[in-house]
């Protein structure tokens, strides 16, 4: 089954749009990692936020920032001024511990972001 | 550039011919993982190694695939008699040791199967 769910297959947006990215994930662990990761074009993902169970402060870090919501078991992630540079795809990652105690990621499907100027 | 870095970057071979693939991770980093990524989806974890020590492999990982990891540096992924079903991205992560560091991911090696 399906642990980690990216309803938004594509979102498409112009340059200083703000962009949210949705994910729900599954999981009977009470503790538990989740993550969002990029893949631009060049296709290396690369690695963007990480956030604990246990820490639902939700944070900004320059134009990112994210909604952590363990009563909705949701992890949405929200791109500021969005610029061209932003147009990749994005995945939600779970990582979990009781279930799994090697940090294996489980992603989403990815939702494709696509910023025109 | 201290990276990840796989090996090659990208692999067309006829079905039913065996396939390697290197991974070098960060070199401090004793954690190392394959995924495998096809079109349109995430990737999916495919094995997982501590060190030299193979720990964990995915039900994907059929008996054709192979991973060693053996001086607990790089790592090699064969596949051997090739289908094609095995057209995919193969991606290779590494993170230090601990409870669920961010994993570091290389390039990948796009492999396809005619």
């Known amino acids: 089954a399906q642990k980690v769910t990216q309803a938004q297959t594509e979102i498409s947006v112009v340059e200083k749009e703000d962009v949210t990215l949705d994910c729900v994930y599954e999981?009977?662990?009470?503790?538990?990692?989740l993550f969002w990761y990029k893949q631009p074009p060049s296709g290396e993902l690369v690695f963007l936020i990480r956030r604990n169970s246990f820490d639902e402060q939700n944070e900004i870090s320059g134009r990112y920032s994210w909604n952590f919501q363990k009563s909705t078991s949701s992890f949405n992630f929200t791109i500021t001024a969005s610029q061209v540079v932003d147009s990749a795809v994005y995945f939600c990652?779970?990582?979990?511990?009781?279930?799994?105690?090697?940090?294996?990621?489980?992603f989403g499907a990815g939702t494709q972001v696509v910023v025109t100027p | 550039d201290t990276g990840v870095s796989q090996n090659p970057r990208h692999k067309i071979t006829k079905r039913g011919q065996n396939v390697t693939f290197r991974c070098d991770p960060i070199?401090?980093?004793?954690?190392l993982y394959w995924y495998r990524q096809t079109l349109g989806q995430g990737p999916e974890f495919l094995t997982y190694?501590?060190?030299?020590?193979?720990?964990?492999k995915s039900r994907l990982l059929s008996d054709r695939f192979s991973a060693e990891r053996p001086k607990g540096s790089f790592s090699t992924l064969e596949i051997q008699r090739t289908e094609q079903g095995d057209s995919a991205m193969y991606l290779c992560?590494?993170?230090?040791?601990?409870?669920?560091?961010?994993?570091?991911f290389g390039p990948g090696t796009r492999l396809t199967v005619t």
């Open positions: 992560a590494s993170s230090p040791s601990g409870r669920n560091h961010e994993q570091y």
């Open positions: 999981t009977r662990d009470t503790t538990y990692y």
């Open positions: 990652a779970l990582s979990e511990t009781l279930t799994d105690s090697w940090g294996k990621l489980q």
């Open positions: 190694f501590q060190n030299e020590a193979q720990l964990e």
């Open positions: 070199s401090e980093h004793n954690r």
